[in-house]
Structure formats: C-alpha cells, structure tokens
C-alpha cells in the first residue's frame, strides 16, 4: 500500500502546485524582461571564444559551467531523460515520455524550467533509487562521453583548482559521471523527492528546490563566496548561462562557431570506457525513438524468423537464407585442424560477445558442438539450439568435464566468463589451456545499430531476442588457426602463458585491448552483484 498512496500524494501536490507554478513562471518571464537578461544573452556573443582560453601564468584556476550544451554538444537534455525512462522504467514510460514531446516543444526555451519539470515527473515518477542508480552509474556515461565537447573538455582537465558544475538537471543523473569520469570537486542540480526508505525508497518525480536563475546564483554564491572562479563557460543554448558573466572573473563561449565545435576522440576519455549497460545502442532522440517504436512490431517478427532459421534448418542452409533476413555473417578462415589420437574433439577459444557466439562458431564449421559456460540462465539453456554445458566452479570437477566432453567431440570456450561489448578482452581463464593443445583461436566481432545482444542487469534470456530484432545485425568470426605446438601446455608453457598468448592473439586480430579486469569487476560495477545464476537442484545434475 506504500507506493500507490505515494502516487496519490504526488498527484495531489502536482494539481495543488499547478497554479503556483503557472504565477512563477510568468513573475519569472516578467523579471527577465526588468532585469534586461534577454540583453544578457546578447552579451553573450560578446564573449571569446573558448578556443582562445589561454591557461598559462595562472595558478590552479578554478572553474564553473553548465553541463548542457556546454561541456556537453547536445542542446537538449531529452535524450538523456529517454535513455533512463528507457532503461530504467520500460518501454511504456518512454512512450509517454516521447508523447509528451509536442508539448516540450511548444513550450521551447522560454520555458525552460517547466520543461525540464514535465520530463523529469514522467522519467523519475515510481521508479526505485536503486534503479536510478544503475542508470546513471551503467548507461548514461557511456552517452555523456560520446556528446563531450573536445575543446570544453580541454579547457576543463587543464584547471587544477576547484571545478563546480551548476546544472538544472537532476543532480542524480549526473553526479557520478562528473566526479568520477571528470574530477567535478561540487555538482550542483535540482534535487528529487523521494518516499520510502532502503530498498522501497522511490523517486516522486517531484523536484525539491528551484532551477532557475536565482537558485543557480545562490550556489554559486555559497561554494565560492565573495571570491569568484577565474572561468566561467558558457553557451548561447542554455537560457541560463548569462549567470556566469557576473559571477565569473572570465568567461568564455564554447559554440561561438558551432561548426568548429568537436566531439572529444575515444583515445581522450578521461579514463578507458570498458563497461556499461542499457539496451540501447543509439542516442534516443524524438525521432530516433519514433523510429524505434515504428520498428518494433517488424523487429519482433522479424526475431521469430530468424530464431527459426537458426533452430530448424541444417547448418548450411541457415548459412545461406539467414542473409534474406538481413541477417549478415561474415567469416574468415575456416581452418581444418588435425585431431590428436587420444582426442576427439577441437576446443574452438572464443572472445565473448553474446550469448549466440557458440550458435555462430557452430554455423560456420557446419557441425555441431557444445558451449560451456560457468553461469547461463535456465531459460537460455532451455531455449538454447546447441547443447551447453555448466561448469561448477570447481576446477577438478570442470576439468573433468571439460576433458569428458572434448572426447565426445567438438567444444566451444569463452575464457572471458562474460560479453564485453567495447574494444577490450577481460582476462581469460586459464583452465582450458591446461586441457587440450588442439585449440582454434576465433575472434568474434558484433554490430548492431538498435538494439545491445546483451545485458548485466537485465533478464539474460531477452539477450539473444534484442540482438535478432536489430533491422541489420552483423556478426564477424575469424578463425585464427590451430594454436602450434609449441604454444601449448605440451611444450612446457604455463597454462597462464598459454591463455595470456592466445588473448593477445585474438586482441591483435580484432585491433582490440587486453585488460586484466574479471567477470567480477564488471558485475560489480554494472549490476551490485557478482553476476553468478543461482541454479536448482534438477535431474540435469
């Protein structure tokens, strides 16, 4: 009963606070035109740009900006609101948030502050903390990155003192990534309601405290007192950044030309990039989301068409109608490894990349193997066209049966333990190379332009459904060659020399990175968890 009482609470104090809102909204358009902040704006273009800002012969400078259309190239925070209605309350939620788009639209930027309020009741509204959370700490800094203004940024890492980022925004959306991703000292945005506590503690989608200009002074005010920060950046696509002409000792414009303006390189990121969520491979824009909804219906029939093909037909013949579906696989090599005598199967060793890298490694070679995995969700290894094999952790037992199973035949491997989307291979596990020296490097690549194939926080079944319903999803497997000889264990190698050198192989072959983080690191940071599937007792084991 705690959370339908919430809502109508929050109903009740939306309806009550309607009224008021409108009154603020037009004293708030009133002492714009008194207190000429529209001659304000204008000033801005007055303003150097910020390709000019020289930091030379200053001690530590601090420095105070906006996070839309400032550091960030994007003016429109809505994408950003769509990804954690998306994410983090389903597929409903981000429809009434695109519905509502008509309205944001004619509202524009002169009223800004109402607009940021309907988008943040209908993306916060019931949703848990803890699912907020993962949003903002999973999926959004894998966006905000990719909308980093290369030449604000640099502005930003070259001051030493103190960096304060004032923001209309919720503060929870964006806090984590400025601090961690960009050394932010203070965060400053609009704060949530909220109702419960611990687990049950959700968001009312109501805001506590202002957003508009005078709030933004005030903290300003508070974190610097009467000394002012040496630069202020601004931008002509925030109604509010003629806030920092008063309360910055130099300011700059960083879309005085938009033209010049620069997305900031991947090999620039502040830190590596190696992990994030989401199911979304896109920037949400209201078009792009139209696209997407128009698609889903076809995209879903489209998932059944190809999951027939990959269930039904014999590996030949899906290799060759899966394209008709705009399906595309591309493969390179096709080695014909010789077997040793006392061992009957090839250990095929694959980089992760989704939970159909076996189904793909099995199309290609035209015969059936098996996929071992140390954690798959029942569902998955019901619906699973080729036999999988759980490994139990325990390496005498897994040893065992990984040995029992290349006697009966061909075995896929993914050392990794789980998918990584980015250019990068976790660490693999050196338990394979310790049993088999007849081993098939593979490196396995993915595109997909809609939809992520896979998921730490999600239902993992729905994996292989999102990357089939992509309109054109494309896998790539290069087989690398037997391993040599004298590669292996059997040459005297350590079983982690061997691993270490066929992740560096495959690396190589993919213009991937080799990192030392673990299944573990990326579960944690993703999730909460250690991503490991409790399983039942069944007759299976």
Known sequence: MVFPMALLKIAAHWLRSGSREAKKIKSYTQLLHKTSSFRSLQVLSLCPSVAKCSLEGRESPSIVCDFQSTLLTTRSFFPFFMLLAFEGGGLLRALLLLLSYPILLVLGNHHHVLSLRIMTFISFCGLRKKDV?????????????????????????????????????????????????????????????????????????????????????????????????????????????????????????????????????????????????????????PASMLALFLWLPYGLFLFFIRAAIGHLLPYKLAKVIAPLSGLRL?????????????????????????????????????????????????????????????????????????TKLLNEGDLVVCPEGTTCREPYLLRFSALFAELSDNMVPVAIDTNVGMFYGTTASGFKFLDPVFFLMNPRPEYVLRFLGPVPAEMTCAAGRTAMEVANGIQKKLADALGFECTSLTRKDKYLMLAGNEGIVEQRKSRRS
């Not at 687990?199 to 957003?211: E, K, N, V, Y």
């Not at 010789?338 to 199967?345: E, R």
């Not at 989704?354 to 798959?376: C, E, K, M, Q």
């Not at 952790?393 to 049966?401: F, G, H, P």
Request: with cysteine; glycine share 8%.
């Open 133 to 285: 959370d993962l949003v903002a700490k999973a999926v959004l800094p894998k966006f905000f990155l990719e909308n980093l203004d290369a030449r604000a940024y640099q502005v930003w890492a070259s001051c030493k003192g103190k960096k304060v980022v004032v923001t209309g925004a919720p503060r929870v959306m964006v806090e984590w990534f400025l601090k961690d991703y960009l050394g932010a000292n203070e965060v400053a945005g609009a704060e949530m309601k909220v109702v419960g506590a611990g687990a049950w503690c959700f968001f009312t989608g109501l805001i506590d405290g202002g957003l508009g200009v005078a709030s933004k002074h005030k903290v300003i005010r508070d974190i610097f007192g009467e000394a002012k920060p040496d630069i202020g950046l601004v931008s002509f696509g925030n109604p509010h950044d003629h806030i920092f002409l008063s309360n910055c000792k130099q300011t700059y414009l960083v879309n005085k030309d938009n033209s010049s303006r620069a997305i900031l390189p991947r090999e620039k990121y502040p830190k590596p990039l190696i992990f994030h969520d989401g199911r979304l491979a896109f920037l949400p824009t």
């Open 330 to 402: 591309r493969v390179e090599g096709l080695p014909l490894p010789t077997t040793h005598s006392n061992q009957k199967g090839v250990l095929y060793v694959c980089n992760h990349r989704t939970l159909l890298d076996p189904l793909f490694v099995g199309i290609a070679i035209n015969r059936p193997l098996t996929a071992v995995t140390y954690s798959l969700s029942p569902i998955s290894e019901l619906i699973s066209p080729i036999k999988t094999a759980r490994l139990s952790r325990d390496r005498k037992l897994d040893a065992a049966k990984i």
